[in-house]
Nanobody, 127 residues
Framework: QVQLVESGGGLVQAGGSLRLSCAASGRTFSSYAMGWFRQAPGKEREFVAAISWSGTSTYYAYSVTGRFTISRDNAQNTVYLQMNSLEPEDTAVYYC????????????????????WGQGTQVTVSS
């Protein structure tokens, strides 16, 4: 069993930055891949970024490449999503998720690969 708690969401103006955190507990954090997904009102949940449990491989959606950075601190059992140059289109509820079956140097882009999810944190970007 893994528990995930996101924090760091809020209201920011376009062009601003936010850093989301996801604190994990329940199993050895360094043994599973982590992902960030988001869901805007009326839209499907979509992939944002993922990181392997070794931390050596990262993956991004095209829409956030160059603006968002995913990282993890296995000593703190936390994964981060640094979001820069935010746009109104980034407004959504952001979820972190854990994939307990990923190999050490890979992480999935598909939500169905993830075993545990956090409750989400709202990010609102005003124009």
């Amino acid at each position: 069993q893994v528990q995930l708690v996101e924090s760091g969401g809020g209201l920011v103006q376009a062009g601003g930055s936010l850093r989301l955190s996801c604190a994990a507990s329940g199993r050895t954090f360094s043994s599973y891949a982590m992902g960030w997904f988001r869901q805007a009102p009326g839209k499907e949940r979509e992939f944002v970024a993922a990181i392997s449990w070794s931390g050596t491989s990262t993956y991004y959606a095209y829409s956030v490449t160059g603006r968002f950075t995913i990282s993890r601190d296995n000593a703190q059992n936390t994964v981060y999503l640094q979001m820069n140059s935010l746009e109104p289109e980034d407004t959504a509820v952001y979820y972190c998720a854990a994939d307990l079956h990923a190999p050490p140097d890979a992480a999935a882009r598909w939500a169905q690969e993830y075993d545990y999810w956090g409750q989400g944190t709202q990010v609102t970007v005003s124009s």
